[in-house]
């Protein structure tokens, strides 16, 4: 017999929505956040069972402009509960990268999600998606920064400010694209709070879901509750496209030092830096490239439901 538990689930898009889906920041409604794979149970079985090396523990400062404060800690032998807690009475931020295409559990509704989305808009077609499962604390905050990938966020627990603000100067320099997919830095971009004025601005209660356009600049501050969202990162074929274009850039600049500035992706100039961008990853499947440890990957404190922030910070070396 044909399991219909997840029948009950799904979202609703306006006409409006379908039409600016991944071409203007959008909000639509769903019921996703009624699942019981969203409560403090579910998620800390989730945590337990999760490889470990993929879940990000970190913490961050108070200041929206301080990228520097943002740091990985340890979560040493704590169970999932006492994980939560540490985020409900502390200043954490959990990322359990896969969790929704990976596991039996929560693959059913990352595929009833992506159906969504595919049914809002036919010209949606993605070549790739992952989804992981964000559990934050009540005023934890993400600084302002620019996806490689198609994103979309639907939130289902706690309430939390989202902002996202223009894909174009002086909110984003596609350089600093270019450097995230040459992997020379991370995807975190200078902010000035008078950007703020020309943001799209949203509360995000249970049951909402956000979608914005490809690279466009974003953060978020939560303003209550356990804060528990979904984020989808999907490769498209004009996601897939405006990238190459970009990391093409990034290899004229970097090897040949001549400095691109058209980012378009249509004409014979797109082709070229297409198959550049081509021969240039070729080469690197081949011969490989040289091993770099990732930003911010050293822990720095350890998590302690006990301690006022949940945090207890390591003494530096």
């Not at 149970?41 to 943002?70: K, N, Q």
């Not at 070229?272 to 499947?285: G, I």
């Amino acid at each position: 017999m044909r399991d219909t538990y997840m029948d009950q689930f799904g979202s609703t898009w306006s006409d409006d929505g379908k039409r600016k889906f991944r071409r203007e920041p959008i909000t639509v409604r769903h019921n996703y956040h009624e699942h019981h794979a969203f409560s403090d149970v579910a998620l800390a079985a989730l945590i337990e069972r999760h490889p470990r090396d993929m879940i990000d523990f970190c913490t961050m400062g108070d200041d929206a402009t301080d990228h520097d404060s943002w740091r990985a800690g340890d979560p040493g032998a704590l169970t999932g509960l006492e994980l939560i807690e540490a985020v409900r009475k502390g200043r954490l931020w959990i990322n359990l990268r896969h969790a929704m295409d990976r596991d039996p559990e929560y693959r059913p509704i990352y595929a009833a999600m992506l159906a969504d989305m595919k049914k809002a808009d036919p010209s949606f077609r993605p070549l790739v998606a992952e989804a992981g499962i964000l559990i934050s604390s009540p005023s934890a905050q993400v600084f302002l920064h620019s996806d490689v990938s198609e994103t979309m966020l639907w939130h289902m627990r706690g309430v939390k400010r989202f902002r996202t603000y223009p894909p174009r100067q002086p909110y984003l320099n596609t350089d600093d694209v270019e450097a995230v997919l040459h992997h020379d830095k991370t995807e975190d971009i200078p902010f000035d709070p008078a950007w703020d004025k020309d943001a799209f601005t949203v509360d995000l209660h249970p049951g909402m879901a956000a979608n914005w356009p490809l690279h466009g600049p974003h953060r978020i501050e939560n303003q209550s509750g356990v804060n528990v969202s979904v984020p989808f990162e999907i490769s498209t074929p004009q996601s897939r496209l405006q990238n190459s274009v970009l990391f093409a850039n990034g290899i004229l600049r970097r090897q040949f030092g001549y400095a691109p500035k058209e980012t378009r992706t249509d004409g014979l100039g797109a082709l070229l830096k297409q198959a550049l961008s081509f021969a240039f990853k070729l080469k690197l499947r081949i011969f490989g490239e040289p091993a770099r440890p990732m930003p911010k990957s050293e822990r720095t404190f350890d998590i302690d439901p006990d301690a006022p922030d949940g945090l207890v910070n390591r003494q530096a070396a």
